[in-house]
């Protein structure tokens, strides 16, 4: 059992270099289809929308609107998972739909507007920020997350309901008449952002921004130093306040809101954190990257790799599905989280992602050698016998110690 347990252990010496658990939800409704409630499929679509399943929830949430064609929250979710597989003109057409059901739906105003921002769409959404304001406060059903990280998760800077909170929609309004150069606008949006939430340092970031866009240097750099106040580290505030203390003719065509695209200076940062095993640094330049819209594969599995090291193994298959999602044939993630789920005594899993990989590339011995372990796992000698002996043909030594403990 000893020579055993080492070999289980070794699985993670042979993983690969270098960082939402997919779960597949039963078809348990499917079964019988014309005997299920709205509410019934909208749950079930739900569970999926939850693992970002967006894919198999839209069709589930098809089926809701079969059965009641009006119900707003389905068409709200069902724009939800199509813009976050990046169909923006279907989430829009949802988002029309759930307004037209319900004029005062805040949920969905708020969401078309950050939508018709991304698309660079300014002027409709100051007008959806614009009409919330003016609308009056009820109960929302969805909690948004301000866009702030702190090194640990995405989006960590706390949380904010349009029912009492309107300070992140003066602050996207105030970044819609930015970019339309409707600066004195902009300033009393962000002024007012802050009045409402001092303590998020972004709003003074995006002030400061305007502040040199309207030639207030020292303005400028009083916001900077305000949000370092708040957090001493926030990289963009120091990478913006450099800017601007170097005195160059461009100042305003180097900086950046978070909502702008990013140098690359934040991911170099990032990988070299990771190779100096430095994780927790990593992870923030990662999540800033992430924010500031570089959201590729590699920064997700990067980031789920710094993960796994502090032990936030969810955190860290959330972040290997994602980079998946982005990138179906991407070899590394699925040995990576099978490596995981190995680890977690997930053996089903984690042959699924093994064989995955395999199927994508049939030349890594390691690969064949971590199958083999997990079928000894499932009590599937027979091909645990294979994999191991294909492992040892194709030259992994250890493969040998293996098959004379599992083959005899």
Request: glycine share 4%; with cysteine; aromatic share 14%.
């Amino acid at each position: 059992m000893k020579i055993l347990s080492y070999l289980m252990a070794s699985i993670l010496v042979f993983s690969s270099a270098f960082a939402q658990e997919n779960e597949y939800f039963p078809k348990k409704l499917a079964d019988n289809p014309k005997n299920r409630s709205a509410e019934e499929w909208l749950n079930f679509a739900m569970e999926l929308y939850a693992q970002e399943q967006f894919r198999e929830a839209i069709h589930y949430f098809n089926q809701s609107i079969q059965v009641k064609a009006d119900d707003k929250m389905a068409y709200y979710y069902r724009a939800s998972c199509k813009e976050d597989m990046k169909d923006y003109q279907a989430a829009l057409v949802d988002y029309q739909i759930c307004i037209h059901l319900d004029p005062r739906f805040l949920d969905a105003l708020f969401s078309r507007g950050l939508l018709f921002y991304k698309l660079k769409n300014y002027t409709e959404a100051e007008r959806d920020f614009t009409q919330l304001l003016k609308l009056p406060r009820k109960e929302t059903q969805t909690v948004y997350y301000q866009n702030v990280s702190y090194g640990n998760e995405r989006v960590t800077g706390g949380i904010f309901t349009l029912q009492s909170h309107n300070a992140e929609i003066y602050n996207y309004r105030g970044l819609a008449r930015m970019k339309e150069q409707k600066l004195d606008g902009a300033l009393h949006d962000f002024d007012s952002a802050i009045l409402l939430s001092p303590s998020n340092p972004n709003y003074y970031i995006n002030r400061g921004l305007l502040q040199i866009r309207q030639a207030n240097k020292e303005e400028a750099i009083k916001d900077y130093e305000k949000a370092l106040s708040i957090y001493p580290e926030h990289p963009l505030a120091l990478y913006n306040l450099k800017i601007i203390k170097n005195q160059s003719d461009n100042q305003e065509d180097k900086m950046i809101s978070f909502e702008d695209k990013f140098p690359p200076f934040y991911i170099k940062r990032a990988n070299q954190a990771l190779n100096q095993k430095l994780f927790a640094k990593a992870i923030a330049d990662y999540d800033t990257a992430i924010i500031l819209g570089n959201e590729q594969a590699s920064t997700f599995y990067n980031r789920g790799l710094a993960k796994e090291k502090m032990e936030n193994w969810q955190g860290a298959l959330k972040d290997y599905a994602k980079s998946i999602a982005l990138q179906e044939d991407f070899v590394k993630a699925y040995i990576q989280r099978g490596n995981l789920y190995f680890k977690q005594k997930k053996y089903e899993k984690a042959l699924q992602d093994y064989t995955k990989s395999i199927l994508l590339d049939d030349t890594n011995a390691n690969t064949f050698y971590n199958r083999g372990l997990t079928y000894k796992y499932l009590n599937n000698k027979m091909l645990a016998c294979q994999d191991l002996h294909k492992a040892q043909k194709m030259g992994m030594r250890q493969a040998s110690k293996a098959i004379e403990v599992i083959c005899k």
